[in-house]
């Protein structure tokens, strides 16, 4: 409190209070009155600044007894008052004849709970001190003006009622208040380490006061905030702190929020971070900043990280293919797209030419280590389909990925898988078992993949698989003897290529029969071949009854002992025939997919097949427009009729047809790859030697099954051969009338049939002579299509020239780099004389044997181009076309006149070229 402006002008004398006019001229000191009472006197202080003081110097009279008293001055928390006064003071020895001079005045103070207005009792007060000079003016300092000014402070207190009342009681001193000022100590309100601690008043006991801050706006405690506050007013021992919160920071003793482009995402004592790369801030206070646009923060990500976007494609592709398996090889993108977190993804696909026509690979196909998430540059792709194109994409993603689904990042690669090992054994027959040998047959694997070369069959005793035998076998089937009797033996078979050996089957137990003795023996072997007469003769009977029955009926060729092919027109009721050898199927089981064709009695579309219990298989479906006459539907289904007698791996296979809704349907197999001679004509020069002729051994193993049925094809064309994802080709087009009314090569020959002439054998052509031998001319002409990629056979000539330069004796040129001794086995089926034309076995195993020593095929016969207008002219010799004569023996090596060569030397091919035909 400074009393200066407070005090009221009370000058009192005793007990009655008299208010006198201040003087207003300001007087340093002024000449004592003749009054006894305190004076209010306008003076200058030592700096000449105007003051009021209360003066009283009453030293001429004795028992002097003023009082001058403050206001009432309100307590507020002060406990301990502190009361500062600044006055001077008269020597008394300066004063001339003076009578009652002190040198000292009283200090008193009244506690009260109400003002006392201008009630006054003495005894009331208590006495504070007597307050003394240290120093008092004399009369030469007054001439010198030198004000000798005390300070004394005193204290008062504890105080307890609301306020107080201060008094000065004068005793006969000559004496000026200059200042009274009355005031409290207290600790001030503070923020320290951002916790703010209120005014604290100290207690009136030496002890401190602990206080509690409470933390600034936008902050928290860490520590809880404490600090002391001494007697003396003053703050101690600051203890705990607030921190500021997320998206504030410490500014003066504050918590600011974060300025726009700053954040800070952590409470604490540290400054806005500015917003990391790619990102902002509009507002105040972020506590963290937004991505630009296309840039991405992963989940994980800090809030201090730069924003980044998805990286852009691998770089580099590059793929090393072996046979099945390709090695993908390729380089970081160019942008990681400011992460370090790259991986890469591998998609798939399977593809067809033509635009767009891929799909996802099935899951047989494994990449090692993974397809998704690699970190290195590259994957192992293993177990692709052999023959196949193949789409790779590779994709590049970081964890912003998902973020940015629209942006795909990938490189892709193509490539086309090789020859590949075939597939495994999966079906195994137990034909004959004895007591010491097991006969057993199996089917070809389901992928051969080339040409099957042999079979190695492993067997042995249970549970002795350290002692095995390991036989080979050409075809499929094979005895096994000396066995033990009634003993289980384990077998495995598998299949070998030129690519090598496949995998082998799964383990087929089998059991020999059991020992008898041999007085038992005796007896069994009577009993048994007793019965066994018995039921031959039954059998032969019924054989020779039915024979007689059905030779009636139907007409059957084909070798004896082998099953036989039965022409659907001997059914009286085609219908019957078509039941008898195609199954029924629901349409519900068919999904027609697209249409991939026209035939000759409707569209042909790819589909799926789900029968009750099996898996979904791709199909062909071939429909029977609407509309259709009777004959016309005879005619469709007599297709189905004949395909359904078949069950060989290169014959089209038929899974059923559907007659009895709309519309009439036959289902059979599905052919990736279509016709043969597009097929061939999309992959000009594509293939190796090796897989043109595993294709041919396919056609030549089916037209051997077919002549053994005895089947004449009558149409064998590239055209009339489907091709399937593995490259394996199928013989197909069975209908009974296609070759009048189906194929478009077909043309009328001057005895009226309707004839694919280019294909056809000239005694076919001539008297309709069809047999398996004019299927052999054919198939050679298949030869020549596939060894020129789907060639024209005889290019642009019309039919008549062909038929008259077949019948003089020209014969198709090789084809470029045809092996010569393809172009040898062509010209074989060419014979004019039909008996002297291979049969499709000798050609099976002509190509066996090709397949196996793959050197034969280096030497090519030389005819390399198409000769304009021309054909070898077969009746003279065409050894020209060999460069040395060991070319020509080796090219020669399957003639039927092979051995007449051997021991004969011939010099040069001079020689050899005036030997005769004959
Ligand atoms: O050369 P492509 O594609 O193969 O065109 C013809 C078309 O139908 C008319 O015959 C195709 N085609 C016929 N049968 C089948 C089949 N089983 N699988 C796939 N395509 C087939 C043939």
């Known amino acids: 409190f400074s009393l200066r402006a407070h005090l009221f002008c009370w000058v009192m004398n005793s007990s009655q209070p008299l208010q006198r006019p201040c003087l207003t001229q300001p007087r340093a000191f002024i000449n004592l009155t003749e009054s006894h009472i305190w004076e209010e006197i306008s003076g200058v202080d030592e700096h000449y600044t105007p003051i009021r003081t209360f003066q009283v110097c009453n030293v001429m009279e004795y028992s002097q007894n003023n009082w001058l008293r403050t206001n009432w001055i309100p307590r507020n928390s002060a406990q301990k008052i502190y009361v500062e006064l600044k006055f001077t003071l008269r020597d008394c020895n300066s004063i001339p004849m003076v009578l009652t001079c002190k040198e000292t005045f009283n200090l008193h103070y009244l506690e009260t709970d109400e003002d006392q207005g201008s009630k006054f009792r003495e005894h009331q007060f208590s006495k504070i001190d007597t307050i003394a000079a240290d120093e008092s003016f ?122 726009p482009g700053f954040y800070k995402a952590s409470s604490g004592n540290v400054e806005c971070s500015k917003c990391p790369p790619h990102s902002y801030t509009h507002q105040e206070g972020a506590v963290h900043c937004d991505c630009e646009k296309n840039y991405f923060r992963a989940e994980e990500d800090p809030v201090s990280m730069a924003c980044s976007r998805p990286p852009s494609a691998p770089r580099n592709v590059i793929s090393a293919i072996n046979e099945t398996s390709v090695i993908l090889d390729w380089s970081l993108p160019a942008d990681s797209g400011g992460r370090k977190d790259v991986t890469f993804n591998v998609v798939c696909k399977r593809c067809w030419p033509g635009p767009r026509q891929c799909e996802p690979c099935l899951g047989a196909v494994r990449f090692l280590p993974r397809a998704t998430g690699l970190t290195n540059t590259t994957v192992t792709v293993v177990d692709l389909l052999a023959h196949t194109n193949y789409t790779f994409e590779i994709e590049a993603q970081n964890r912003v990925s998902p973020q940015a689904p629209t942006i795909r990042q990938y490189a892709a690669v193509t490539i086309t898988t090789n020859q590949a090992a075939p597939s495994a054994v999966t079906v195994i027959r137990k034909d004959r078992t004895s007591r010491n040998s097991i006969s057993l047959s199996w089917m070809e694997p389901e992928r051969p993949n080339g040409i099957i070369l042999d079979y190695e069959v492993k067997y042995y005793e249970k549970e002795q698989e350290t002692s095995y035998t390991i036989l080979r076998s050409k075809g499929t089937n094979v ?331 020209y014969r198709l040129p090789p084809p470029m780099e045809c092996p010569a001794t393809l172009y040898q086995l062509m010209l074989d089926c060419w014979q004019k004389d039909r008996n002297n034309r291979p049969k499709f076995e000798q050609s099976v195993s002509i190509l066996d044997k090709l397949i196996r020593n793959p050197s034969s095929l280096k030497i090519t016969a030389s005819t390399a181009s198409r000769p304009v207008n021309l054909l070898l002219d077969r009746t003279s010799t065409d050894i020209t076309s060999f460069h040395t004569m060991g070319d020509w023996l080796e090219s020669a090596r399957t003639l039927p006149c092979k051995d007449a060569f051997s021991g004969v030397s011939y010099s040069s091919c001079d020689t050899l070229a005036k030997t005769s035909a004959e």
Request: proline content about 4%; some cysteine; hydrophobic content about 40%.
């Open 479 to 809: 005895t096994l003897n000396g066995l033990k009797p009634d003993t289980t033996y384990l077998l495995q078979i598998r299949a070998r290529t030129a690519a090598g050996y496949g995998s082998s089957s799964r383990k087929f137990e089998f059991e020999t029969t059991f020992s008898i003795s041999s007085e038992n023996s005796q007896v069994v072997l009577i009993a048994v071949s007793s019965a066994v007469a018995i039921i031959l003769l039954t059998v032969l009977l019924y054989i020779v009854i039915s024979r007689s029955v059905c030779q009636s009926k139907h007409s059957h060729t084909g070798l004896p002992g082998i099953k036989t092919y039965v022409d659907p027109h001997t059914y009286e009721d085609p219908s019957q025939a078509v039941h008898e050898f195609a199954k029924e199927l629901e349409a519900s089981c068919i999904a027609i997919d697209k249409v991939v064709g026209a035939g000759e009695f409707g569209e042909v579309c790819s589909g799926r097949l789900k029968l009750p219990s099996k898996k979904e298989i791709c199909v062909a479906i071939k429909t029977l427009k609407a509309g259709y006459t009777e004959k016309q539907r005879r005619d469709f289904l007599s297709e189905a009729s004949i395909m359904g007698q078949f069950d060989h791996p290169n014959i089209i296979r038929l899974e059923g047809v559907v007659t009895r809704s709309k519309p009439v349907m036959i289902v059979t197999e599905y052919m990736e790859n279509g016709s043969l001679d597009g097929f061939l004509r999309k992959h000009d020069a594509q293939f190796t030697v090796i897989q043109l002729v595993g294709m041919l051994r396919g056609i030549a193993s089916g037209m051997k099954y077919l002549s053994d049925m005895g089947y004449v094809h009558r149409d064998l064309a590239a055209r009339n051969i489907l091709v399937n994802s593995n490259l394996v080709c199928k013989v197909s087009d069975f209908g009974l009338s296609r070759v009048l009314e189906d194929d478009p090569e077909a043309a009328y020959t001057t005895r009226g049939g309707k004839i694919p002439i280019r294909w056809t054998a000239p005694e076919a052509i001539a008297y309709r002579k069809f047999t398996s031998a004019s299927d052999v001319w054919s198939y050679g002409i298949v030869l020549w299509e596939v060894m020129s990629y789907g060639e024209r056979p005889y290019w642009e000539m019309s039919n008549q020239d062909v038929i008259k330069a077949v019948d003089e004796g």
């Open 138 to 259: 004399t009369q030469m300092d007054l001439g010198d003006r030198i004000l000798k000014l005390n300070t004394e402070v005193r204290e008062v207190g504890p105080m307890t009622k609301k306020g107080f009342h201060l008094a000065f009681q004068d005793v006969g001193a000559c004496v000026a208040l200059v200042s009274v000022r009355v005031y409290f100590k207290k600790c001030p309100f503070t923020v320290r380490n951002l916790a703010m601690f209120p005014d604290t008043v100290p207690t009136d006991s030496q002890s401190l006061v602990e206080v509690r801050g409470s933390c600034v706006n936008n902050s928290r405690e860490e520590d809880p905030p404490k600090m002391y506050c001494s007697t003396e007013g003053e703050w101690l021992v600051p203890i705990g702190k607030c921190l500021c919160n997320i998206g504030y920071e410490e500014r003066g003793v504050a918590c600011q929020a974060c300025r």
